[in-house]
């Protein structure tokens, strides 16, 4: 009987639950869980988290997972690989460290990826970032800087694996590499294979959002999706020529069809043609699906090709501060009284010479998520309707003074319904993306790759 590889989803994204993933190392019968744990979003909160606290800076829930996972996985061989580390890689291995060992797990081996964080040497890299004429540069946020990361792929995760790592701890990678990484690994695939290191990146971009594909956030039959309160979070038993079969541990909830794959497969999706990453750039446009049975689609016919010169850079950087708040109001008229409240707001900013960079206003209940394309309505339809009004400012004092005027309309304004005064006053940091390319030798050439024990710091 020819091998197969067993992959199972963790979590899609930080404070995902982390349940169906215990069940997959119940009941799943696979070799590897694999988690997604970052968006460019999770960096700005993990670097808020770092700047108070320089241990942290890591997804705090990591804690939990490994408290849950490690009794399970640990004894059974089931290898754990995520990018929970985040902003702080170190200081994610630590924390299984210390997990590990109130499990009594003293000979647990933690492989630590580091080489991502590129933000103490932006200025020795700078000759090496690649942007077309005309672009703006990094550099002009060079007084506001926060933290700076590179997209790394498979290959570093495949060395931990080589190293006899348990568990695999990174920073910024794609949302694909965990779930690569364990197939070049286990078939020794060679890193210019791109036809299956292609059909291994598409496994991981099926997998990263957990539910997702297995009848989460579905578009299509949803209300015929079977118990979600339960979701199963998928499974792939992996061929060595790249084919796959998705589906998921039994007697769980959600479904596995084509269809609920192909919603997943579609998403994030610009160019299906050339799907760029740093391990392959992939060409959806042959893969071939199909159901074979309950919940189980095959994947197959999937085409690379060779990986980019190039890596993705993300930067971060201090954007001002946020002022913001939501007012409800009920029928009749719920609409109009929100709309005075809106223009009440904006006089009083002006009258108070409160200096924005931005306003933004949506009605929950009406336009909150489609904008400009939601139906025009019958103000007496609708039997609620929440203001949502948020400012930008450069300085902290100007977003501070906007959240004191949201109370008073509740007796010196329209109509008020109650509820969603907004948060005390207390103005937000907000945080800036930018993206770029480089070339990825100078990166790759510092990467590096480290098995930590219980009993060895990480460094």
């Given at each position: 009987m020819s091998k197969k590889v067993r992959i199972g989803a963790g979590m899609g994204f930080y404070g995902d639950s982390v349940l169906p993933a215990l069940d997959i190392?119940?009941?799943?019968?696979?070799q590897y869980i694999c988690f997604d744990d970052l968006a460019e979003l999770t960096m700005a909160i993990l670097e808020k988290d770092r700047k108070k606290d320089p241990t942290k800076g890591y997804t705090k829930d990591i804690t939990q997972t490994m408290n849950l996972l490690l009794p399970e996985c640990f004894p059974k061989g089931i290898k754990l690989i995520t990018n929970a580390g985040g902003i702080n890689p170190e200081g994610a291995v630590n924390e299984v460290k210390r997990v590990a060992k109130s499990l009594g797990f003293d000979d647990i081996k933690i492989g630590l990826v580091k080489g991502d964080n590129i933000y103490g040497g932006l200025n020795e890299l700078s000759p090496y970032f690649l942007t077309k004429d005309g672009e703006e540069s990094w550099e002009q946020y060079e007084d506001r800087l926060l933290f700076a990361s590179?997209?790394?792929?498979?290959?570093?995760?495949?060395?931990?694996?080589?190293?006899?790592?348990?568990?695999?701890?990174t920073g910024r990678t794609t949302d694909s590499a965990q779930f690569a990484a364990p197939l070049i690994y286990e078939y020794n695939w060679s890193y210019d294979d791109w036809d299956r290191v292609a059909s291994a990146v598409l496994l991981g971009h099926l997998m990263e959002c957990s539910g997702q594909v297995t009848g989460g956030n579905y578009t299509g039959a949803w209300q015929d999706i079977e118990d979600l309160d339960n979701i199963g979070y998928p499974i792939a038993e992996v061929s060595e020529d790249g084919s796959f079969i998705l589906t998921k541990t039994e007697g769980t909830g959600g479904k596995v069809s084509v269809e609920t794959v192909k919603e997943q497969f579609l998403y994030e999706i610009h160019d299906p043609h050339h799907y760029i990453t740093p391990d392959v750039i992939v060409d959806f446009t042959s893969v071939i699906f199909e159901d074979i049975g309950p919940d189980q689609v095959r994947v197959s016919n999937v085409k690379g090709k060779p990986a980019p010169?190039?890596?993705?850079v993300l930067i971060g950087y201090e954007n001002g501060w946020a002022g913001d708040g939501m007012l409800g109001y009920s029928w009749p008229n719920a609409l109009e009284k929100a709309k005075k409240a809106e223009e009440i707001l904006k006089k009083q900013i002006n009258r108070l010479g409160i200096r924005t960079e931005e306003i933004h206003t949506s009605y929950i209940g009406y336009n909150s998520l489609h904008g400009p394309l939601a139906h025009e309505v019958e103000s007496d339809s609708l039997n609620e309707i929440y203001l949502y009004f948020a400012i930008r400012t450069k300085e902290k004092s100007d977003a501070a003074k906007f959240g004191k005027l949201l109370s008073p309309l509740a007796v010196n304004g329209p109509p008020?319904?109650?509820?969603?005064?907004?948060?005390?006053?207390?103005?937000?940091?907000l945080?800036?993306?930018?993206?770029c390319?480089?070339?990825?030798?100078?990166?790759?050439?510092?990467?590096t790759v480290e098995i930590v024990t219980v009993n060895k710091e990480a460094v």
């Open positions: 190392a119940k009941n799943g019968n696979v590179v997209y790394l792929g498979a290959q570093p995760i495949v060395e931990a694996l080589k190293q006899g790592a348990d568990v695999v701890i010169p190039t890596l993705k008020f319904g109650g509820g969603g005064l907004g948060k005390g006053g207390k103005p937000r940091q945080l800036g993306i930018y993206s390319l480089i070339d990825r030798n100078v990166i790759e050439s510092e990467v």
